[in-house]
Each structure stands twice: as structure tokens, then as C-alpha cells.
């Protein structure tokens, strides 16, 4: 819905991706270098996730990106460490 959406400043290579499936209302997005997960403050937002699945039961996290791929596994052992494999999608 473009009602709902921010503008953002240009990205190199954002062009490539394509967005997701669209899975409920409780959907959560954000662009990121995964090497940057830490910035980007993702712990707290999955340890948020976490604590708020049981009331919110469609909650996801669609995270577009990029980066080497000792980062991506390091967000994703992240990710897996939460219990949060099934609502995270890259």
C-alpha cells in the first residue's frame, strides 16, 4: 500500500530486489548490510519479536540486503539463536 510507505534515500543495487510476499498486517522490513547488524540494532529488535509472538501471532521480519557471506551467517545463527527462523525471511 503506498499510503503506508517512507521514502528513502537511493541504494546501490536496491533496484535488483524484489519485495517479498506480502504476509499480514504484522510485517516488519528493513534494507541493511548485514555486516551492519549491529547498527542496525537486530538483536533487540528479534529479542522485541520474541517477547511479542504470542500476541501477535503474523509477526515477520523481511530483511533485504547484502554483504559477505560470514556476515549473513552470523545474522542468521542470530536469527535461529531467538527462535525466530520461521518469521525472518532474507
Do not use: Q, W
Amino acid at each position: 500500500d503506498r499510503n503506508k510507505c517512507l521514502c528513502l534515500p537511493v541504494l546501490p543495487g536496491f533496484d535488483r530486489l524484489a519485495p517479498s510476499a506480502s504476509r499480514g498486517n504484522n510485517r516488519l522490513v528493513t534494507l541493511m548490510r548485514f555486516g551492519d547488524r549491529k547498527n542496525k540494532n537486530i538483536a533487540g529488535v528479534l529479542a522485541a519479536m520474541r517477547k511479542l509472538k504470542t500476541h501477535y501471532p503474523s509477526l515477520t521480519l523481511d530483511i533485504y540486503g547484502g554483504g559477505n557471506p560470514a556476515d549473513l551467517m552470523k545474522l542468521t545463527k542470530l536469527v535461529h539463536e531467538n527462535g525466530l527462523a520461521e518469521r525472518v525471511h532474507f
